[in-house]
């Protein structure tokens, strides 16, 4: 149906911090892994950036052990904290481009690897 979207992505700038701001992405089954999610992405991060946003937070569950792996593993992904069973993430905004370890993670998710934390409370 072609009134139907695609996906959607948005930030949510912190009440608490203004330069920052957490992200989410969905996409619709048919259209995952066919880099929609990269090109939403990397539309929100420059818009992110005009807003003065200059760290993307995100949720994951601390027993999603592949995506904590990952985001270790890229390094430009950090802990802010924890609370429960959800580990709070940021990721600074480079110059140009979006953050290594987003990309790293919407590849992730499209492959079904890792989910976010929403996501995965939902379907428990």
Known sequence: ???DGVGVARFVRSQEDHAAA??????SDEWQRRGVATRLLSELTVRAR?????R???SVLAENQ?????????GDARVLGAEGSVIELVMD???E???????AAVRAAARGDIAHAAAQRQSS
């Open 22 to 27: 957490e992200v989410a992405v969905a996409v």
């Open 50 to 54: 005009e807003e003065g946003i200059r």
């Open 97 to 103: 481009g979006m953050p290594a370890a987003l990309s």
């Open 93 to 95: 905004l480079p110059h």
């Open 66 to 74: 592949a995506a904590l792996e990952m985001m270790r593993k890229l």
């Open 56 to 58: 993307f937070t995100a």
């Open 1 to 3: 149906r072609s009134a």
